[in-house]
Antibody, heavy 120, light 107 residues
Framework: EVQLVESGGDLIQPGGSLRLSCAGS????????MSWVRQAPGKSLEWVSA????????DYADSVKGRFTISRDNSKNTQYLQMNNLRAEDTAVYYC?????????????WGQGTLVTVSS | DIQMTQSPSSLSASVGDRVIITCRAS??????LAWFQQKPGKAPKSLIY???SLQSGVPSKFSGSGSGTDFTLTISSLQPEDFATYYC?????????FGQGTRVEIK
């Protein structure tokens, strides 16, 4: 069974930085593209960023481009999201999502999420 | 970006009811459409991909249909564990986008 476990969420002041992690098990982690998807309180889901299976290619939503950086370490079965210059509107639960084998943006497994709160 | 619009935003239904949720894309997405179920405080769960294909382990009471711009998710006989919020998502074009959700509540 695929398991994705996020960590790193916290209360952080505007302008601050935070790094989220997502550890995978029960899968050959290095075979799959991965994404981060967030959900602000009471809102729908918003795709944030994706990384290819090998880590060479990345994509970002316009709302985070230039502030967030996605990366992965396949030797540790872990992906990361480095978030800089955080804003109040970045407050959300951040989910790690595994891509289906056929496409980056079809998600077939999700982690339980980690809460990021940006507030002074 | 492709806009995904779900209707209704919420509905009340009884156990045993047949429930239909619709999702409309702002442009043709062929069949690149997925459905997710989310319960309060929990992660989304993948139900359907390619508009009508069930993810492994998802019960057959869930079904999806449609192509192009108009899609539906049907729950054939609502059970207590089905009360949740349902989201559609297109993965035809970058960036992937989600509908606003349909909350299914107990009548």
């Amino acid at each position: 069974e695929v398991q994705l476990v996020e960590s790193g969420g916290d209360l952080i002041q505007p302008g601050g930085s935070l790094r989220l992690s997502c550890a995978g098990s029960g899968l050959t982690f290095s075979k799959y593209a991965m994404s981060w998807v967030r959900q602000a309180p009471g809102k729908s889901l918003e795709w944030v960023s994706a990384i290819s299976a090998g880590g060479a290619n990345t994509d970002y939503a316009d709302s985070v481009k230039g502030r967030f950086t996605i990366s992965r370490d396949n030797s540790k079965n872990t992906q990361y999201l480095q978030m800089n210059n955080l804003r109040a509107e970045d407050t959300a639960v951040y989910y790690c999502a595994k891509a289906a084998s056929s496409t980056w943006y079809l998600f077939d497994s999700w982690g339980q999420g980690t809460l990021v709160t940006v507030s002074s | 970006d492709i806009q995904m619009t779900q209707s209704p935003s919420s509905l009340s239904a009884s156990v045993g009811d047949r429930v239909i949720i619709t999702c409309r894309a702002s442009q043709d997405i062929r069949n690149y459409l997925a459905w997710f179920q989310q319960k309060p405080g929990k992660a989304p769960k993948s139900l359907i991909y390619a508009a009508s294909s069930l993810q492994s382990g998802v019960p057959s009471k869930f079904s999806g249909s449609g192509s192009g711009t108009d899609f539906t998710l049907t729950i054939s006989s609502l059970q207590p564990e089905d009360f949740a919020t349902y989201y559609c998502q297109q993965y035809k074009s970058f960036p992937p986008t989600f509908g606003q959700g349909t909350r299914v509540e107990i009548k």
